[in-house]
């Protein structure tokens, strides 16, 4: 099933999303996992965020296969410190630290359509999550993949990649983000708009 993609705008995507209970059901969670990544691929994204969904809940699942093949100008890469792609899914993740040099790489997001950023990330990340088992892992990420996550996992502390542009940038954003919230998008995907207010859904 895909799901329609929240846009920018939703309270839910401002919102700290809650921890998911050791007692979810353990089925309707691979239904919940599987539905995420079909929305991914139907969306062409690397990741998405259970809030992306409507969902307010501690998960997400990326592929960094796509991010790993070029990077922001399409030249291939060939330093890419993580050269194997990552497909992953994150419950309860933790972060960490975040370590190294930040570096600057233009970030787009399926709720923020048609508008890039450059935002600048540490390059080593170490996270504790779950995977879809239950089961605990801490591993260390870097490069584009480790920027993949930190986008994610940003999505559940209620924070979007635009809240790190600046001054005269911040003040060029806000009537793009605008027309966003207001259904004034041009994307190939289905998206969901939050009710106008004193409106009822």
């Not at 929305?39 to 699942?61: C, D, E, N």
């Not at 790993?68 to 993740?93: C, M, Q, S």
């Not at 060029?172 to 605008?178: E, T």
Request: glycine share 8%; aromatic share 8%; with cysteine.
């Amino acid at each position: 099933m895909i799901f329609p993609i929240v846009a920018f705008g939703d309270p839910v995507l401002k919102t700290l999303a809650k921890p998911l209970p050791a007692n979810f059901p353990a089925a309707e969670l691979d239904l919940l996992i599987a539905n995420m990544y079909e929305t991914m691929y139907h969306a062409h994204g690397v990741g998405l965020a259970a809030p992306q969904v409507g969902k307010g809940i501690r998960l997400f699942v990326i592929d960094s296969a796509p991010m790993l093949d070029e990077d922001e100008e399409g030249n291939p890469i060939v330093d890419e410190p993580t050269a194997a792609p990552v497909k992953r899914v994150f419950i309860n993740p933790e972060m960490l630290s975040e370590t190294g040099e930040p570096w600057g790489f233009e970030e787009g997001c399926l709720s923020i359509p048609g508008i890039r950023e450059r935002v600048m990330r540490c390059p080593v990340i170490r996270m504790r999550y779950e995977d879809e088992q239950r089961q605990v892992h801490e591993e260390t990420f870097s490069g584009l993949t480790a920027r993949v996550i930190q986008h994610e996992y940003d999505h559940l502390e209620g924070v979007l990649f635009t809240d790190y542009t600046k001054g005269l940038r911040k003040q060029l954003l806000k009537g793009k983000l605008a027309r966003i919230s207001k259904g004034d998008v041009d994307a190939d995907y289905r998206m969901r708009f939050a009710a106008p207010a004193g409106s009822r859904r």
